[in-house]
């Protein structure tokens, strides 16, 4: 096992710290260059990713984000030998996923660079014994936590309202109903409390962030996200290319598509590819709904640390007594207040201006944190965990429950839209 000392403040806490840090840095001046990572043959590639300009970027890059992960590593205790040799193996992975992920062609099918940073992993951990020095370096729930701090700030509360309250009112309709209807669903099949819950959340929520916050939430199990995030990732590539043309064929307006897309499909890049494909309106609202189901991570982050202390019955001498307010607060993920507060910061505090200047920047570095979570999360990952027999019924369960997802949230859109 690697070594660890004792933490000297909880996870979540390191991470609103690290987040916060990072935001500040970048308010007060400090902004580094986004990397360039696009190519379409192997000239650019070479002329322009693999150019000397642009990987001092991304070496520049690799300084802060090193600096900020070391400074997690203290806070929580990690070895910081195994550390400092360990990170610069992850960073190296992702940064190969992010120029994979560059490419046009893939651009065109809209694979995103999580994809690539898990498969990557996945293969390394399957094929190859893992020393423990690379494991100690693996540090999945903070990178995520970070990234999900991060993005808070473009969770701009002020334009999701003007651009049109309905967003809002689908996102809210939808993400009870389906929330309970998969959870419903779940408990019927028997799957397991965490997965319940994860499922429920990505399914209704937004993907892959309301699963790894849900995880963060009930201190579930990497394993057990690692397959909800890959159940998300595989569906969205098909439903990205097919509902677009499905909403075409059965002569749906753009405002009606878009809501339907960006209610139904879990992850916002392919939210974004597939209202571009039916036009300028359809992308429009489809961002709203997406942008206004982040809006209720936090909210929805809090709730389910609430119902899963209450119905986990922590008093093992007495279960049928309720847990206390300090209970509730201890389990409450704290880096919630991260994200409400990036996003409240962006949202009403800063002027447009200064959100405008550095919302590239921190685009850039939040995905950063993202991708070496996901590379984590596949090196800690063996496919036999992923794709059990076990693994059958909360596949099942997702697929149901996905599919009352596209239904429903047609109906809303239909309602609210046409």
Not at 18 to 25: K, M, R
Request: hydrophobic share 55%; net charge neutral; charged share 15%.
């Amino acid at each position: 096992m690697p070594e660890t000392k004792k933490s000297v403040l909880h996870e979540d806490w390191v991470v609103v710290i690290l987040g916060a840090l990072i935001i500040a840095i970048s308010i007060g001046g400090l902004m580094l260059p986004v990397p360039e990572f696009s190519w379409n043959n192997a000239t650019e590639l070479f002329e322009s990713v693999l150019h000397p300009t642009n990987l001092g970027i991304i070496a520049l890059q690799f300084a802060l984000v090193l600096i900020i992960a070391i400074i997690g590593a203290l806070l929580n205790g990690r070895s910081l030998k195994d550390y400092l040799i360990g990170f610069p193996i992850v960073y190296l992975i992702t940064i190969l996923a992010l120029i994979l992920a560059g490419n046009s062609r893939v651009k065109a099918i809209n694979l995103e660079a999580v994809i690539f940073s898990l498969a990557l992993g996945l293969v390394i951990s399957n094929f190859f014994r893992l020393p423990e020095w690379l494991k100690s370096a693996l540090s999945t729930e903070l990178f995520v936590k970070i990234g999900l701090v991060l993005l808070g700030t473009g969770v701009i509360f002020s334009d999701i309202l003007k651009a049109g309250s309905l967003g809002l009112i689908q996102a809210i309709i939808v993400v009870v109903t389906v929330w309970y209807f998969a959870y419903w669903l779940c408990k019927k099949l028997k799957v397991d409390d965490e997965l319940t819950m994860m499922i429920s959340s990505a399914v209704s929520i937004c993907g892959v962030s309301a699963a790894i916050a849900t995880s963060g939430a009930i201190k579930g199990d990497s394993k057990k996200l690692s397959y909800v995030i890959s159940m998300v990732l595989i569906t969205a590539i098909p439903m990205m290319i097919f509902m677009p043309l499905i909403a075409n064929y059965i002569g749906l307006s753009q405002e009606v598509t878009g809501a339907w897309l960006g209610g139904s499909i879990d992850t916002t890049g392919a939210v974004v590819a597939s209202g571009s494909l039916v036009g300028e309106e359809a992308l429009k609202i489809s961002t709203i709904v997406k942008f206004s189901q982040n809006v209720l991570l936090g909210l929805a982050a809090f709730g389910i640390s609430v119902f899963w202390t209450y119905t986990k019955h922590p008093n093992s001498e007495d279960p049928d007594s309720k847990p206390t307010i300090g209970v509730i607060w201890e389990r409450f993920p704290k880096f919630v207040l991260g994200f409400i507060g990036a996003s409240i910061l962006f949202s009403f505090l800063l002027d447009s201006e200064t959100v405008s200047s550095v919302k590239g920047s921190l685009k850039n570095l939040q995905g950063l944190w993202f991708a070496l979570a996901f590379t984590s999360i596949g090196l800690e990952t063996n496919f036999a965990d992923l794709f059990g027999k076990q693994s059958k019924k909360p596949f099942y369960a997702f697929l149901v429950a996905q599919t009352f997802n596209v239904l429903i949230t047609l109906a809303v859109a239909l309602i609210l839209f046409d």
